[in-house]
């Protein structure tokens, strides 16, 4: 079954709070948030302090898709700002396999993101420690830009990946 899971980046941000509202009301199942850093990818986006307002305006689940450099050292961050779902990138992660631990320890459910140009096979050793996989349908960092059709390829071995394990 799938997930709704609309972005908050794509919201206006001078009307965050009746934004935050018309999600709750709506078959959204979570609210998607992107943080972006300014070194991981080319633009900036928010953070801890906007997270936990948005937490405060939602009971439904925040996923928190990290595009940022060093995740780890954020992680416990921002599980107190209110994540339920912390999603890391496989380039952005030297040990991948700890930071997933990290996350899983301090009770959010770890996901994984890849770019557009990253093989999926590259989370084969990993899968069982993922909650979420995050194909990277255009480069990271930009609204409004072109689908990459190999995404699909990806998506599809994935899942066959994911039927395997």
């Not at 980046?9 to 709506?26: H, I, Q, R, W």
Request: with cysteine; net charge negative; aromatic share 6%.
């Amino acid at each position: 079954m799938p997930i709704i899971a609309p972005s908050l980046l794509a919201c206006n941000f001078l009307e965050l709070g009746s934004e935050c509202k018309m999600l709750n009301e709506s078959v959204a199942d979570w609210f998607h948030l992107d943080v972006m850093d300014g070194t991981f990818v080319p633009n900036i986006s928010f953070g801890l302090p906007v997270i936990e307002q948005i937490r405060t305006a939602t009971s439904k689940v925040c996923d928190v898709h990290l595009m940022i450099e060093r995740p780890g050292e954020y992680a416990e961050a921002f599980k107190k700002a209110g994540a339920d779902i912390l999603t890391v990138h496989y380039e952005a992660c030297q040990h991948l396999h700890r930071n997933l631990q990290q996350i899983k320890s301090l009770g959010m459910k770890a996901g994984v993101a890849l770019n557009p140009h990253t093989p999926v096979q590259l989370l084969e050793d990993i899968l069982e420690n993922i909650y979420l996989d995050c194909i990277m349908s255009v480069n990271h960092g930009f609204c409004v830009q072109s689908f990459i059709p190999q995404t699909m390829d990806k998506i599809r071995v994935l899942k066959k990946m994911n039927k395997e394990r």
